[in-house]
């Protein structure tokens, strides 16, 4: 898909759409960038708008830009979440491959959190676009084309307990919303192969939360080999399609599964789970109901001291937030963001660069339901103090 294939409306739409955004920092201020967002909304200039200046405020919220660089990632998904880049497909797009059937979603999300596995995610998306851009004689990407990726979804291994563990939907739900919400036209096809019966259960829990132009992009097979390599290589040469897939490529060992491209996954040693229940020692317990919030008070006396957060629930995830008291308002500091905290602590810190009050939010509005219970450990810790060695300061 090129500029080439609009018309003079739709053009004159993308110059509207370039002038709407003039007080914005784009992460990319190509035409071919500005037209996903219209191809997304159906050229509803007020709808695209809304949509882009959405996933400006979520990439500056969650430093999207620095991902690519500054990832820390968790061992266990670099070592057991079977994810990355094989090779292109024929239009020059990046191909990933992805063996969800052999992914330990409960070991996982038992080692770390569906924040960290969520951002892995993020971060191959960024990465492939990077790559397009770094590399444009290999992807040999003309000016006007929209870059997509194309992805095989290999099931082999897929059973109930991908559907029935509820961290596992609940992040293949998040995932879905953040793409579809923020990389609008970045999927060319989707190739699910290896299906077995029970994948058209999972299927149906996740398919109202796919736009109907990313449905139409996936194509889903069972486990009948012949039909499915030959859809593949309609799509990708066999020389950038691994051989266990019906292609040439191999290891430099002659591996058909090229695992030192994506691993196998497998099960997750239990040496990597979380240990259990955070330690409640010099914590505070505090529960929040359902359907409210709560907020705590901190004095930071001097510019540059450091404001510490540790805290865990018993059981559940709670929202945080971090505002600055400013002239009766409150000025977000750390956004709003769900915390999946039950099973290892949150902890963070923030330098404060002026003095006041700075305000925690423990927020349970999402629950209707069921209250939380907090234990929480939260001061202000000096400067002079963290140089020196102690503690001066408490809240």
């Known amino acids: 898909m090129d500029l080439n294939q609009f018309n003079e409306k739709q053009k004159a739409v993308l110059k509207q759409f370039r ?26 200039l007020a709808k695209a708008e809304k949509m882009l200046r959405n996933s400006i405020e979520w990439r500056r919220k969650f430093k999207i830009d620095a991902l690519r660089e500054e990832l820390k990632e968790p061992e266990v998904l670099s070592k057991y979440f079977p994810a990355g880049f094989v090779g292109r497909d024929k239009s020059f797009n ?52 929209i870059v ?40 060319h096809r989707v190739f699910v192969i290896n299906a077995p019966t029970i994948f058209a259960i999972g299927f149906s829990m996740i398919k109202p939360f796919l736009n ?7 194509q889903i097979f069972n486990h009948d080999i012949k039909q499915w ?35 196998m996954g497998g099960v997750v040693p239990k040496s990597y789970y979380f240990s259990g229940k955070s330690d409640t020692t010099n914590k505070t317990p505090l529960t929040v109901a359902n359907g409210s919030k709560e907020h705590l008070e901190f004095q930071v006396k001097r510019a540059g001291d450091v404001l510490k957060w540790d805290f865990h629930t018993e059981e ?13 308002e409150l000025i977000p500091i750390v956004h709003f963001d769900r915390v999946d905290c039950d099973m290892s602590t949150e902890e963070g810190e923030l ?27 939260i001061k202000v810790e000096s400067a002079t103090a963290r140089v020196n060695g102690t503690d001066l300061d408490s809240p």
């Open 229 to 263: 390599k030959a859809a593949l290589l309609t799509e990708i040469d066999a020389e950038e399609l691994p051989a266990c897939y019906g292609g040439k490529k191999t290891d430099p060992d002659g591996n058909p599964n090229c695992a030192t491209l994506v691993n």
């Open 94 to 145: 990046p191909l990933w491959l992805v063996r969800y059937g052999k992914t330990d979603m409960k070991g996982i999300l038992r080692s770390t959190k569906k924040r960290d596995y969520v951002m892995k995610v993020i971060h191959l998306v960024e990465s492939s676009i990077w790559l397009v851009k770094s590399n444009p004689e290999t992807y040999r990407r003309s000016p006007d084309a």
């Open 19 to 44: 002038e709407a955004l003039n007080d914005c920092q784009l992460p990319d201020s190509e035409d071919v960038y500005l037209i996903r967002w219209l191809i997304a909304r159906d050229f509803d």
């Open 212 to 218: 109907e132009r990313t449905r139409n992009k996936i």
């Open 316 to 328: 559940g995830d709670i929202a945080f937030a971090l505002y600055k008291k400013q002239d009766g």
């Open 351 to 377: 330098q404060c660069d002026d003095t006041g009050v700075y305000v925690v939010e423990f927020d349970n509005n999402f629950s209707y339901l069921r209250s939380k219970k907090i234990w929480y450990s």
């Open 148 to 187: 997509q990726s194309t992805i095989i979804f290999d099931m082999e291994g897929f059973t109930m307990q991908h559907i029935t563990n509820k961290q596992a939907m609940e992040s293949a739900i998040k995932l879905i919303q953040v793409y579809e919400a923020n990389y609008p036209e970045y999927l």
